[in-house]
T-cell receptor, first 110, second 112 residues
Framework: DQQVKQNSPSLSVQEGRISILNCDYT??????FLWYKKYPAEGPTFLIS?????DKNEDGRFTVFLNKSAKHLSLHIVPSQPGDSAVYFC?????????FGAGTTVTVRA | NAGVTQTPKFRVLKTGQSMTLLCAQD?????MYWYRQDPGMGLRLIHY???????AKGEVPDGYNVSRLKKQNFLLGLESAAPSQTSVYFC???????????FGNGTRLTVT
C-alpha cells in the first residue's frame, strides 16, 4: 500500500514556464517532506524539503507547498530550464524511514 | 569526498545464484538504507540501519539480508536470486535529525 502517491507519471512544459508537480500522502504521522531529482544512471539528489510545521519553503527557483489538511504537497519550478528535465520524487519521513512516490518525469521543451 | 559509493555498478546473475552488494559512505553517517527502484513503483525500502551492528526491515525485505558490521559499510545480500529481484538498487545514508538522504549511483542487477 503506497503511502506517498504521485499521480502524474509525466509532465511536459515549455522553457521559461512554471512546472507544478503534485504529491499526495495518506499517513498523517509523516512530519518531514522532501523532493528529490534524478537523472538517468545517477542516484537521486536532494532538491528541497519542508517540515510539517510550515506551509511553504522557497529555495531559488524551487518552492514547495504543504497542505496538511489535504495531505498534499506540491513543487513549483519557476522558470523551468532545460536542465530541469529529470525524474522528480516526492518523499515523506516518519521516524527513521523515508517513503517515496513513484516519480514524475519532467520534460522541458525549448 | 566520495559520499556514498556502491559496488558493483552492474551485475547479471542466474536464478539461484547469490551475491552481495556493497555500500560505503565516508560522511560518518549513523543511518544507512537500501532501496530498490522499479518502473512505476518509485523507490521502495528494503532494509535500513540506525547504527553500527543494527538492522531493520523495510517495506520489501523478503529475499534479502543485510549487515552493518562497520559504521561506514552496509551490505545487501541475495542468497538465492530470483527474476523478481531484477531492479536498480540504491544505497543511501544520512546523519541525525531531518538531514536529507545522500544516495549512491545505484547497482543495476539483472537476474535471468
Amino acid at each position: 500500500d503506497q503511502q506517498v502517491k504521485q499521480n502524474s507519471p509525466s509532465l511536459s512544459v515549455q522553457e521559461g514556464r512554471i512546472s507544478i508537480l503534485n504529491c499526495d500522502y495518506t499517513n498523517s504521522m509523516f512530519d518531514y517532506f522532501l523532493w528529490y531529482k534524478k537523472y538517468p544512471a545517477e542516484g537521486p539528489t536532494f532538491l528541497i524539503s519542508i517540515s510539517s510545521i510550515k506551509d511553504k519553503n522557497e529555495d531559488g527557483r524551487f518552492t514547495v507547498f504543504l497542505n496538511k489538511s489535504a495531505k498534499h504537497l506540491s513543487l513549483h519550478i519557476v522558470p523551468s530550464q532545460p536542465g530541469d528535465s529529470a525524474v522528480y520524487f516526492c518523499a515523506a519521513k516518519v521516524g527513521y524511514k523515508l517513503s517515496f512516490g513513484a516519480g514524475t518525469t519532467v520534460t522541458v521543451r525549448a | 569526498n566520495a559520499g556514498v559509493t556502491q559496488t558493483p555498478k552492474f551485475r547479471v546473475l542466474k536464478t539461484g545464484q547469490s551475491m552481495t552488494l556493497l555500500c560505503a559512505q565516508d560522511m560518518n553517517h549513523e543511518y544507512m538504507y537500501w532501496y530498490r527502484q522499479d518502473p512505476g513503483m518509485g523507490l521502495r525500502l528494503i532494509h535500513y540501519s540506525v547504527g553500527e551492528g543494527t538492522t531493520a526491515k523495510g517495506e520489501v525485505p523478503d529475499g534479502y539480508n543485510v549487515s552493518r558490521l562497520k559504521k561506514q559499510n552496509f551490505l545487501l545480500g541475495l542468497e538465492s536470486a530470483a527474476p523478481s529481484q531484477t531492479s536498480v538498487y540504491f544505497c543511501a545514508s544520512t546523519g541525525q535529525g531531518d538531514s536529507p538522504l545522500h544516495f549512491g549511483n545505484g547497482t543495476r542487477l539483472t537476474v535471468t
